[in-house]
């Protein structure tokens, strides 16, 4: 019989997501001033500093409406809670708590952020030439392999 270790594995991945990203955050903040950055990867990937007042990958980027810090607040409690509520009631997966500990720990990074300072750090410039993906951080990129462990567990065992 399998051992049942869904919330040992939730709490420290999440927690290593959190760390990692606010680590990263700090560094970018004390050693990279806003709106400036360098280049890793020439046409590829530079590192900037800049700020996100919206959600993932800069929607509704906008640092002049309150209501959406209080939006984002309320999604990130109810996907919080989500997570919680599906790995209580899920048959065992450590691949599942696996990708539900990326989810949490990328939500709860950017929460941090919006929490203390009102908006969300972000570093990453991924482009190709003239066309730039929004920037994101670490966090984001934890959310999204969480997103793709957890529809893939979804997608192979649809009894889930």
């Known amino acids: 019989m399998v051992k049942d270790n869904r919330y040992y594995i939730l709490i420290i991945f999440a927690i290593f997501w959190?760390?990692?990203?606010?680590?990263?955050?700090?560094?970018?903040?004390?050693n990279i001033p806003l709106y400036d950055g360098f280049t890793v990867i020439p046409q590829c990937?530079?590192?900037v500093h800049v700020r996100n007042y919206g959600a993932a990958f800069g929607f509704l980027n906008?640092?002049?409406?309150?209501?959406?810090?209080?939006?984002?607040?309320?999604?990130?409690?109810?996907a919080l809670w989500i997570i919680l509520h599906f790995m209580r009631k899920m048959p065992y997966s450590k691949l599942l708590s696996f990708g539900f500990s990326c989810i949490l720990g990328g939500a709860a990074g950017n929460?941090?952020?919006?929490?203390?300072?009102?908006?969300?750090?972000?570093?990453?410039?991924?482009?190709?030439?003239?066309?730039h993906w929004p920037v994101f951080n670490v966090a984001d990129i934890a959310i999204c392999v969480g997103t793709l462990i957890v529809a893939y567990v979804f997608y192979k065992e649809p009894e889930r």
């Open 18 to 30: 959190v760390i990692a990203d606010q680590l990263t955050k700090w560094v970018i903040v004390r």
């Open 45 to 47: 990937f530079n590192i």
């Open 62 to 78: 906008n640092p002049d409406t309150v209501w959406q810090f209080w939006f984002f607040v309320a999604v990130t409690i109810a």
């Open 111 to 131: 929460f941090i952020d919006r929490l203390r300072l009102r908006y969300v750090i972000d570093f990453i410039d991924l482009y190709f030439k003239q066309w």
